[in-house]
């Protein structure tokens, strides 16, 4: 099923991933090995809208960096991006499926760094996907990855999407949601080895525990409609119900709310921030 969000309203409701966007490159950018003498060149893969780009990895870029390469699958998306990098030569935008893109052949160069916020976990071959990102790599060149391995969120699509109302809306779960990490028992350690594997050097893999929790119901609902959705298939009714539903299971969860009342060990979300050397 094709899914295009409006980036209007995924730029209003960013704040969870905003919010440990700017935790986690604030406490490992430290990893990042930029190139002696500058003219880094960097990609961003999964840019959607470009505003964490711009927000994020944009402040902590070298001033004379070379190039930064933003890549989404999204048309939608990357008009965005380009409307908001419009005033810098540096910047380039394309439209590109990692997902589906071959290990091996590549159009798009190599680069020093790459980074990727928040858009991993929606691709199901991750073998695939990091050995994509390691040739895209020139020698020595290091990726920097943010993306959530669990969370509450994703259990709430999944009891959601198990309901046989809606199964004839989504059809086939995984293939939408495909969450690789979502029930591994052992994600920091299957990385790791995947990573190591491929030939990746100089491996941190962290596994972040989160009690983001979302300050409203509408809050949590316009993060929800952002994600691929089968909302464009269903009657206004049927609209409706699927997204009570939903605000139903995130109060059960306890996702909705005042983060000063969550007790310290009820985590919200497992998220990755990892980084390799080639």
Not at 97 to 113: I, N, Q, V, W
Not at 162 to 174: L, S, T, Y
Request: with cysteine.
């Amino acid at each position: 099923m094709s899914f295009e969000s409006n980036p209007d309203h995924l730029n209003k409701f960013l704040r969870i991933h905003e919010v440990h966007t700017k935790i986690f490159i604030d406490k490992y950018k430290h990893w990042l090995k930029w190139c002696p003498k500058g003219e880094d060149r960097i990609l961003d893969i999964g840019c959607r809208s470009g505003q964490l780009t711009n927000k994020f990895i944009v402040p902590i870029l070298p001033e004379n960096f070379s190039k930064l390469h933003l890549v989404d699958k999204s048309p939608k998306m990357l008009e965005a991006a380009k409307k908001l990098f419009a005033d810098n030569p540096k910047v380039s935008c394309e439209i590109l499926d990692f997902a589906d893109c071959e290990s091996g052949s590549s159009s798009l160069g190599t680069f020093d760094h790459i980074f990727s916020l928040f858009s991993l976990m929606w691709v199901a071959d991750q073998q695939k996907c990091f050995e994509r990102i390691y040739d895209l790599l020139s020698p020595g060149g290091d990726c920097f990855l943010i993306f959530v391995a669990g969370s509450l969120y994703m259990e709430i699509i999944a009891e959601l999407t198990g309901k046989a109302r809606w199964r004839k809306f989504i059809p086939n779960p995984d293939a939408m949601y495909p969450f690789p990490y979502r029930k591994d028992p052992d994600p920091v350690g299957s990385v790791t080895k995947m990573m190591e594997s491929i030939g990746f050097v100089n491996i941190n893999v962290k596994l972040e525990e989160s009690l983001f929790v979302f300050s409203t119901i509408d809050e949590f609902l316009g993060f929800f409609k952002s994600l691929p959705n089968p909302l464009d298939k269903m009657s206004p009714k049927e609209q409706e119900d699927y997204l009570k539903q939903a605000a139903d299971l995130a109060v059960a969860h306890n996702l909705i709310g005042d983060i000063g009342e969550r007790k310290q060990n009820d985590t919200v979300s497992e998220i990755f921030v990892i980084y390799g050397r080639k």
